[in-house]
């Protein structure tokens, strides 16, 4: 009840903040949304999740009757001799130890037969349906996974672009106050109010930054490359938005929590565990050494020859109609079924194992995940102290340089805290944001609707 009540007040906070974005602004949303149309594996893995459903009917159609026809047409030849026969007709009475032969030795071949069967009883086929059952659980399993890596894969481009494109704003503002004190520097040197060791210092400070500007100017221009590929919005149109300064809290529920929904839902998981499965039925197919199969078969056909024989022209004609029930007991295959066994067993090993190794990376995951988020919270809280130290050491250091207190050296070092410290702030933020929906993800609750609490806590670039 409680996980509800939050589902509902998140989406309601969602629209609120959607309603309250400025024109052309890009949200998650719409770059999650943009990207299910976009994206080329994702729509693999939805081709494939539908090719899979028909699994389900080639599971039902396996213990339902099928009916075949069949119909030859062409030459052929036929020799019958029969001898002690009985042989009687009215008028001719009766004669013993009667001889017959019959030969067609080039005819014309006429033959139909319409068979139909209906498996009653078989181990290999309800085998065989509990796989495609389950194959068709897996491909469900991998839809939603292909969801939610869209969703992660996602959020990482687009705050990829978030990171890179304020690392850029903020190297701007970096270079513009040491072109500044580059300048004031060189006035104040042939005033000879300052050591040339301070103009050289500035010059070195300046040429720098102007290759990280480059640097960061072609990181940005990749990422947004990245993104306008995954969701087809092109780079210029899009304005996107960064993480709100207050810290996002920490998820109330325990780490117990959710490690157990970790247990439960994780997608990759229960595909292994149902991997598992998978391989107990392909050795449920093989088991045992009598393994019948019981069907209800129904037939009926016609043969019919003729053309010119031996003794003549001559023509046969034949039918059958019959309805049973058929017993097939493989007696003897060579060692096949055996060998296939043992591989089947092995097979269930391998699956086992693979499903412990998931299960332990699944919870390293939902541990990682869970402290990033708990402690991301303090981590975002102390980063945005540092910054406005920072700020503070940065307008001091201007005022004492102005009265002579400061260096040049110590103004731009001072710059360059004050930038690392706002960088570092908007990263730990998005990396909060992400342990979001990282855990969400891990436990396999990863959807719209979580998506639009963590789009919730964005703002427009003005909104410093």
């Known amino acids: ?5 939050w589902s509902a007040v998140a989406v309601s906070a969602a629209w609120l903040l959607a309603m ?62 029969a001898t002690g026969a009985q042989f009687s007709a009215p008028g001719l009475g009766t004669s013993t130890d009667v001889a017959f032969d019959t030969s067609v030795n080039r005819g014309a071949l006429g033959r139909w037969a319409l068979a139909a069967s209906l498996p009653l009883l078989s181990r290999e086929r309800d ?50 106050a040491v072109e500044q004190a580059l300048v004031e520097t060189q006035d104040r040197f042939r005033l000879g109010d300052a050591p040339v060791t301070d103009t050289h210092e500035a010059a070195a400070r300046s040429g720098a930054i102007a290759a990280q500007r480059l640097a960061l100017e072609t990181d940005l221009h990749l990422k947004q490359a990245d993104i306008a590929d995954a969701t087809g919005m092109p780079p210029a149109a899009v304005q996107l938005l960064l993480p709100s300064r207050e810290a996002t809290p920490a998820e109330a529920q325990a780490l117990e929590f959710w490690l ?26 093989s088991s045992g050494v009598l393994s019948p199969s019981v069907e209800l078969v129904a037939q009926v056909g016609r043969d019919r020859l003729s053309g010119s024989g031996d003794f003549g022209s001559a023509s046969n004609r034949a039918g059958n109609r019959m309805i049973g029930v058929q017993l097939s007991v493989p007696l003897y295959t060579g060692g096949m079924r055996s060998a296939r066994q043992q ?9 086992q194992a693979q499903a412990d190794r998931t299960r332990q990376q699944v919870t390293q ?28 050491r940065l307008d001091a250091t ?59 806590s964005l703002h427009a670039p003005g909104g410093r």
């Not at 995951?365 to 130290?389: D, E, I, M």
């Open 260 to 285: 157990s929904e970790a247990e439960l839902r994780n997608p990759q998981l229960r595909m292994q565990i149902t991997a598992v499965e998978v391989a107990r039925q392909e050795a449920a197919k």
């Open 127 to 176: 085998a065989q349906g509990r796989q495609l059952e389950l194959s068709a659980d897996v491909s469900d399993l991998e839809w939603q996974n292909a969801q939610q890596t869209l969703m992660l894969n996602t959020a990482q481009r687009y705050f990829d672009v978030v990171l890179a494109s304020d690392s850029l704003r903020v190297l701007r503002q970096q270079q513009a």
């Open 1 to 5: 009840m409680r996980r509800a009540r």
């Open 343 to 351: 591989e089947a067993l092995y097979g269930i090993e391998k699956a």
């Open 398 to 456: 201007r005022l004492g340089r102005q009265v002579g207190d400061r260096t040049t050296l110590d103004l731009l070092n001072a710059e360059n805290d004050a930038a690392s410290a706002e960088l570092t702030l908007l990263q730990a933020r998005i990396e909060l944001l992400m342990n979001r929906l990282r855990l969400a993800a891990v436990a396999g609750r990863l959807d719209e609707a979580w998506l639009q609490s963590v789009n919730a």
């Open 20 to 81: 309250a974005l400025p024109a052309g602004a890009t949200d998650l949303i719409d770059a999650w949304r943009a990207a299910q149309q976009h994206d080329l594996d994702y729509t693999a893995a939805r081709a494939a999740q539908q090719a899979s459903a028909a699994k389900r009917s080639q599971a039902a159609a396996l213990w339902r009757p099928s009916v075949m026809l069949t119909g030859t047409a062409g030459v052929g030849g036929s020799d019958t001799s």
């Open 365 to 392: 995951k939902t541990r990682a995940a869970w402290l990033g988020l708990t402690v991301g919270g303090g981590r975002v809280a102390a980063l945005s102290q540092a910054l406005v130290s920072s700020r503070s």
